[in-house]
């Protein structure tokens, strides 16, 4: 039984995570996948060739769309699929969990353990990923605006995910500590929170709005403007003392992290 649930559970996990993939061209048996930069690269060269079709009066029809789209949406790239719904990803983890928990002993504790290192694991790896790969990613290689307005959608995902993952790992913590002291985990994790807090509370959004208010003024060309200097003057420490929140709850988690090793070799 246990082989037979290992081959199912990875089955599932391939199916549940499996990235949208672009089915064939309409019209062919068979055809290879296209990723996303070339249909992105082979769709800029049909809207540039359309105007040249229409100039020169040629009747010629249009290729094939790509992998069957008839048009271009950055909400929805690719033709729905089954594998592609939430309810069929959702489902997919949960009969990975059904099938991982048969037979388990101790499931109440060993639930909770998985619940603990699932978001401690989800918190963790969104915290290094956004602050030192894809933030810096993103302001060295877009616009200021439009990275600003990008920052201004994803943090506050980011920050209600963290504030969630840290509420599961402080519900949990008597799970994973046994009948060992819960004062460092307790501590750690209950300090990142208040900081997170603060900044989904305060911080992020009143940064958020006095950055808008510059753009507007920069788009204005009011640059020299008192009012975009007393602007600028406010974003400052808005976006410094986010940031160090942001790095609070970092160091928060690394302990953490620290004290769960500690837990699991004992």
């Known amino acids: ?10 089955a599932l996990l391939v199916c549940a995570l499996r990235g949208p993939a672009c089915p064939p061209v309409h019209g062919l048996v068979s055809a290879p996948r296209v990723s996303f930069p070339i249909a992105m690269m082979e769709l800029d060269t049909k809207a540039v060739a359309e105007p040249e079709r229409k100039k020169t009066g040629s009747t010629a029809k249009p290729a094939a769309s790509i992998a069957g789209l008839a048009r271009w949406d950055p909400q929805a ?15 997919a983890l949960a009969a990975v969990l059904v099938i ?13 353990t998985f619940a603990h290192l699932v978001s401690f694991g989800s918190l963790f790896g969104s915290m290094i990923y956004t602050t030192f790969f894809a933030g810096i990613t993103m302001y060295k290689n877009l616009p200021r605006q439009m990275f600003g307005r990008l ?3 994803l943090f506050p995902v980011y920050f209600k995910i963290h504030a969630a993952s840290l509420c599961v790992m402080l519900g949990t913590l008597k799970a994973v500590g046994g009948a ?19 900044n989904i509370v305060y911080l992020e959004p009143q940064s958020t709005k006095v950055m808008f208010e510059r753009y507007e003024l920069e788009n204005e060309g009011k640059q020299e403007s008192d009012e975009y200097k007393a602007a600028a003057k406010k974003f400052g420490p808005l976006h410094g003392m986010s940031s160090l929140a942001n790095l609070g709850a970092l160091l928060g988690v690394i302990a953490h992290s620290w004290w769960l090793g500690g837990a699991f070799v004992m």
């Open 1 to 10: 039984f246990r082989p037979l649930s290992m081959a199912m559970t990875v």
């Open 77 to 91: 790239w690719v033709v729905p699929a089954v594998w592609n719904t939430a309810a069929f990803r959702g489902g």
């Open 100 to 112: 991982a928990a048969a037979g388990s002993r101790g499931l109440g504790v060993r639930a909770a």
């Open 151 to 153: 920052q201004s959608k």
């Open 180 to 198: 060992g002291s819960l004062t460092r985990p307790l501590v750690a994790c209950g300090s990142a929170l208040v900081f997170t807090i603060i």
